[in-house]
């Protein structure tokens, strides 16, 4: 079935270091990617996706490309910040037997120091 | 504020009873997503709901069910709860319930079972 692996955390930066998350995925169909954060107490909000290959997404500094070639999405943002301490998921959602429910892969922590 | 509400925050429960979880998806949405998420088994899709009708069904247990109702809101029912039913059970809604679609998510209902 579809899955998602995502780098091992915690990772812990300082205050305007570059920041990368892998994600690679693996899916029969033609799925869309997503990037969700989860602040401390808080649901889960999209940061961002990208619905075909090539597609880039972004959002508040974020991007990630679609890569079909290499089956990847991975997080960056050139300068990160305190605020940007959180829990980051990667995500796809495919048309195959579980409708379009999001396969998430284990979550990512991120904590920046200033 | 996603616009997805979820009651209650907290909940509090003996192993063996009866819980009701409660979702109202954003405004104009009509398909539903219970999600779990534990520290051991991470996110994971539940089942989802469109319109009223079931649409997709992921690990959810026999002792749970759910259902949507005409005005949308959708309950999640556990029965029978055991240690393991303790986690964080998050609803998410979208317009359509189709691939690609952004799901929007609750704040969640935090399930302890002692």
């Known amino acids: 079935g579809d899955s998602v692996t995502q780098m091992e955390g915690p990772v812990t930066l300082s205050e305007e270091a570059f920041l990368t998350i892998n994600c690679t995925y693996t899916a029969t169909g033609y799925p869309s990617l997503f990037w969700y954060v989860q602040y401390p107490g808080e649901g889960l909000q999209l940061l961002l996706k990208?619905?075909?290959?090539?597609d880039k997404g972004s959002n508040k500094g974020f991007e990630a490309t679609y890569r079909k070639e290499t089956t990847s999405f991975h997080l960056e943002k050139g300068s990160v910040q305190v605020s940007d301490s959180a829990v980051y998921f990667c995500?796809?959602?495919?048309?195959?037997?579980?409708?379009?429910?999001?396969?998430f892969g284990k979550g990512t922590t991120l904590s920046v120091s200033s | 504020d996603s616009g997805v509400t979820q009651t209650p925050k907290h909940l509090i429960t003996a192993t063996g009873q009866r819980v009701t979880l409660r979702c109202s998806p954003r405004?104009?949405?009509?398909?539903v997503y219970w999600y779990q998420q534990s520290l051991d088994q991470g996110l994971q899709f539940l089942i989802q709901?469109?319109?009223?009708?079931?649409?997709a069904k992921g690990n959810i247990l026999e002792r749970f069910s759910a259902q949507q109702f005409p005005d949308l809101h959708s309950e999640l029912n556990l029965s029978s709860l055991e240690l393991g039913d303790s986690a964080l059970y998050f609803c998410a809604s979208s317009l359509y319930g189709q691939g690609g679609e952004t799901q929007y998510f609750g704040p969640g209902t935090r399930l302890l079972v002692l």
């Open positions: 709901y469109y319109n009223g009708e079931e649409r």
């Open positions: 995500a796809l959602s495919d048309w195959d037997q579980a409708g379009t429910a999001l396969i």
């Open positions: 990208a619905t075909k290959a090539d």
């Open positions: 405004s104009g949405d009509l398909s």
